[in-house]
């Protein structure tokens, strides 16, 4: 009796450290930052398929600005990153009527049109808030990039335009796959379906 007793005793006990141990491995042990390895990718209607790393993008000319994201929460912060115009007509020479669908892993999107965007534009693929990398999806985060669109005027909801978690940009010369403001705004306001924040 009492050795049944002790065998089933060491049998929770080893329950209880596999359940612990095992998830502690892949989370703390094993950690690998998703960061260092997160790829920005440029397809679509283009000549070849672009990769581009963090390290890649602060290669290139960059805005640090403040921006005020309205949405749920609200906040500023000082974001750091590269002009989505630069990304498309000198990273990936296009030029022309051409829709620009940037996409996050969770498959969020949002389009505009490259009509919308010049050189002065502030809209940017976002590595850095507040002068530290923007922590990423797998750590809590909401990068490591993230599109940032400012308000065109005040009191507009801009944050449920600024995709957090973006991984690709995708350039179509037609208008597949577009998610515009109406119905963006229509997500804000019913909350259907679509992440605001």
Not at 15 to 28: C, E, K, N, R, S
Not at 111 to 128: M, Q
């Amino acid at each position: 009796m009492v050795k049944r007793k002790t065998i089933a005793i060491v049998i929770v006990i080893n329950i209880v450290l596999i359940a612990t141990l095992v998830p502690l491995y892949f989370t703390v042990f094993n950690k690998q930052n998703p960061a260092e390895e997160w790829t920005l990718k440029l397809t679509g209607d283009i000549a070849n398929e672009i990769e581009l790393a963090i390290p890649d993008l602060e290669e290139m000319p960059s805005l640090e600005k403040e921006y005020y994201l309205q949405g749920n929460p609200s906040f500023s912060a000082e974001y750091t990153g590269v002009k989505l115009w630069y990304l498309v007509t000198q990273v990936a020479n296009i030029t022309g009527d051409v829709t620009i669908r940037i996409a996050a892993i969770d498959q969020y999107s949002y389009s505009l049109n490259l009509a919308a965007l010049n050189s002065d534009s502030e809209i940017i693929i976002a590595y850095k808030k507040n002068g530290e990398y923007i922590k990423s999806y797998f750590d809590g985060g909401e990068g490591p990039l993230r599109l940032i669109i400012p308000q065109r005027f005040e009191g507009e909801f801009n944050g449920q335009y600024c995709v957090k978690y973006v991984n690709e940009i995708d350039l179509s010369l037609s208008n597949k796959n577009n998610f515009h403001h109406p119905l963006a705004y229509l997500s804000n306001l019913y909350n259907i379906g679509g992440r605001i924040f």
